[in-house]
């Protein structure tokens, strides 16, 4: 379905181009009307209940818009294009140059051209009945050309004096259309969550209430009102003044602890039932909101699955830095294993990037703009069979991540597979720190499809580390406030050197606290001799059998150089410091 938007272009030229640009976008249902400041109230009024998902203006315009509607309203920018643009027609200018605008465009083009060493007079106003006093206080002041908004140059043309409009590109229009689309996706997502907690609230044994002091009821689910009504009633037939006198006591007492955020527990006893309330506030969009909770009794209440969702940002295969031979062959078949719905099996050590991958696996897939949810398995119970299909019927397109498996009995695995394997619209990923064909019964690897994926350890993959470490020290930067531009060699060599056994895990903690406690450019080998590495990390060396003969010894150094170069032997005769032939001699 595509995005109902309104347009609304406060000059005619923005509207011409908004309607050629809006015929060519097909994911988009775009209005366009014309309309500066506050007469674009009327539009948006006459347009709010047709279904319109955004709306978009630019400068003053949107900000007079977004006063009035619960429509997001989306701002035009302008982009560098169009300052340009203006900056180049006035820099030869012989007469007197004012600026007049709203703060978001002034700064704007204030930043430019003082990059650009162009000196422009300036006047900010926040409202439009302060732009006729500007333009009146930069007359007097001498200026003769008026660069603004629609309102400014009218203003300006008012008082005789030549004014010039900041325009808008195509760029800038183009870019805000990706905007919606943008906006759209997290708003669907939002509604996606909001709709799965609120499910997911419904089917506790718990019953939960939130209200406002004024007695408006948020949301109730079921099992609350059942508790206290003993059948089921809609929430929009309800307020806290119908509940029994027993809770209004409670709320009574509880309102004037709100603002300490205090929770309060009692025990009440409702029609001979004996009830474990819950009483407390939290606030919310800088509301105040009150909650009961009335607790179902279980004397088990050791959890046997945690769900994580939305705890890993967004990721794609673009993202995985590589330039091994092994890594690529890991992203084409990640690539394949996208492009399926099978149950899949990723494993490889600890730290290695197991759940990055699979997260990338997700971002390619038919599910991509549904969720990557992260199912961990805690203990071997019945109750983990139970815990799962309890939130499964919620889920749409959702990629699930499945770690702890091998905590299972052989019966609760194949339980926990038959449930997700007949929920349709999910796509399970089980990952493993071993690999699975060795531990894991065979029945139930081929249940799993016998699909697998080995991710490397990072000693696999040396060579990936320069840029491994590369990528870290720019995250960190932006995340520190640093500028390290790079590590010294001697200090990168030294790196390399390390066995790694938590993987890029390790690699990206040691870099997060060599760019944390830089003070300069680059980070020095003295930076990496300060840290506390403890024992897990260990100079890379190759432990020698001195009980076998010295033909064997030579064969194991020679195997394991010739597995280090991806088993090409010319690079491996040469870093022994022999030829192709007596190599090939000495291994056969």
Not at 192 to 200: A, G, P, R, T, V
Not at 309 to 322: E, L, W
Not at 342 to 359: C, N, Q, T
Request: some cysteine; overall charge negative.
């Amino acid at each position: 379905m595509r995005i109902k938007t309104l347009f609304i272009a406060p000059y005619r030229g923005l509207k011409e181009l908004a309607t050629v640009l809006a015929s060519q976008q097909t994911d988009l249902d775009i209005l366009v009307e014309e309309a500066d400041l506050s007469a674009a109230i009327p539009i948006v009024k006459a347009n709010e209940n047709k279904g319109i998902q955004f709306i978009i203006s630019r400068g003053g315009t949107a900000k007079v818009i977004s006063q009035f509607t619960n429509i997001p309203v989306i701002e035009i920018k302008l982009s560098g294009y169009d300052i340009l643009r203006t900056l180049t027609l006035i820099k030869d200018y012989q007469m007197k140059v004012h600026m007049i605008g709203f703060p978001n465009i002034c700064n704007d083009v204030l930043s430019v051209s003082n990059l650009l060493n162009i000196d422009i007079s300036y006047t900010i106003v926040d409202h439009k009945e302060e732009v006729e006093n500007a333009v009146k206080e930069a007359w007097d002041g001498g200026a003769q050309l008026i660069l603004g908004d629609t309102i400014t140059v009218n203003t300006a043309e008012s008082f005789g004096l030549q004014g010039m409009l900041i325009t808008t590109g195509k760029e800038a229009v183009l870019e805000v259309f990706d905007q919606v689309m943008q906006m759209n996706r997290v708003m669907k997502q939002q509604e996606n969550d909001y709709s799965l907690y609120k499910d997911f609230l419904n089917c506790m044994q718990d019953g939960i209430v939130i209200f406002q002091e004024s007695g408006e009821i948020a949301y109730a689910n079921q099992h609350f009102i059942q508790k206290l009504f003993k059948k089921n009633k809609e929430i929009d037939q309800l307020s806290i003044f119908s509940f029994p006198e027993e809770f209004l006591q409670l709320i009574s007492e509880l309102l004037p602890k709100a603002s300490t955020h205090h929770t309060i527990s009692r025990t009440i006893v409702l029609k001979g039932e004996n009830l474990d309330v819950t009483a407390g506030s939290l606030e919310h969009g800088k509301k105040d909101f009150y909650y009961l909770k009335i607790h179902e009794k279980n004397v088990d209440v050791k959890k046997s699955i945690e769900v994580y969702k939305g705890r890993m940002p967004r990721t794609s295969f673009a993202q995985i830095v590589t330039s091994s031979h092994i890594m690529k062959n890991v992203l084409s078949e990640a690539r394949l294993a996208s492009e399926m719905k099978a149950p899949f099996i990723i494993w490889g050590d600890k730290g290695v990037g197991k759940r990055f991958l699979a997260s990338s696996i997700h971002s390619e897939s038919e599910s991509r703009d549904g969720q990557f949810m992260e199912l961990m398995i805690l203990n071997n119970s019945k109750k983990v069979i139970n815990e799962i299909a309890s939130f499964l019927p919620f889920l749409k397109k959702t990629t699930v991540y499945v770690t702890g498996f091998e905590k299972l009995s052989i019966e609760y695995q194949c339980e926990v597979m038959e449930v997700l394997n007949k929920k349709e619209q999910i796509r399970v990923i089980y990952s493993f720190h071993f690999d699975p064909s060795e531990r894991l019964d065979k029945e139930i690897i081929k249940r799993m499809n016998e699909q697998s994926l080995y991710m490397p350890a990072l000693k696999e993959r040396i060579e990936d580390i320069d840029e491994l470490i590369r990528l870290f020290v720019s995250n960190f930067n932006a995340q520190f406030g640093k500028q390290v531009v790079g590590i010294k060699e001697e200090a990168l060599s030294y790196l390399r050197e390390f066995e790694w056994p938590e993987n890029v895990k390790q690699l990206k903690n040691v870099v997060k606290e060599l760019v944390s406690n830089s003070e300069g450019d680059y980070i020095e080998k003295e930076a990496i001799d300060s840290l506390s590495f403890g024992e897990s990390v260990e100079k890379k060396g190759y432990p020698i059998d001195l009980s076998k003969t010295l033909a064997e010894i030579e064969k194991e150094v020679i195997l394991t150089v010739l597995k280090e170069e991806n088993m090409n032997q010319t690079k491996a005769a040469k870093r022994l410091g022999i030829n192709r032939t007596t190599l090939w001699r000495k291994i056969n």
